[in-house]
């Protein structure tokens, strides 16, 4: 996750979902990138679940930073009920990062193409995104081939320049 640690971000949907996940496996670390208010309740919760080894928050980073999560990461989970957009899933994609995108999110009918370019998940639903999880970290070579078409596709029609024509034309 990277982004503000807010309670209209819901990132507690995220650690009711890692909850899901530890009975499927526990090899997997979800980083938290970002500070907010509610950063001490989330910690909270983390600790209640016992899941200390398994979400790590690392407070705000510098957008210099970011590649270097995201290149570790296994997929990018964009668990908004609130944002519109979010310019963090275009970036996460022109990663090469299978995303996990919420039905919520302005954002992922227009990106999101299901098992095409990532997947159209509702966060509420807790156990059957932590299925959904646990099968992307058990085909990596699919997701692979997934992150590749989601880069390419924001490459394509998504870059500065694209949607600055997109524009023009609508003027």
Not at 74 to 93: H, K, Y
Request: glycine share 6%; net charge negative.
């Amino acid at each position: 996750y990277i982004g503000y640690l807010t309670p209209r971000k819901n990132v507690q949907i995220l650690l009711h979902v890692m909850n899901e996940l530890s009975e499927l496996r526990n090899d997997f670390v979800l980083d938290i990138i970002g500070e907010g208010e509610s950063r001490e309740e989330l910690e909270e919760l983390v600790v209640k679940y016992d899941l200390n080894k398994k979400i790590l928050f690392h407070g705000f980073q510098q957008k210099k930073e970011l590649p270097n999560f995201l290149a570790r990461s296994s997929c990018f989970l964009f668990q908004t009920d609130f944002d519109i957009w979010g310019l963090v899933l275009n970036e996460a994609m022109a990663s090469g990062i299978p995303c996990l995108s919420s039905i919520n999110a302005g954002a992922t009918a227009d990106l999101i193409e299901e098992g095409v370019t990532g997947f159209k998940v509702n966060f509420a639903e807790s156990k059957q995104v932590a299925e959904k999880i646990n099968w992307i970290l058990n085909h990596p070579e699919e997701m692979t081939e997934l992150g590749k078409r989601a880069s390419n596709f924001i490459t394509s029609d998504y870059s500065l320049s694209r949607c600055t024509e997109r524009v023009i034309s609508i003027l």
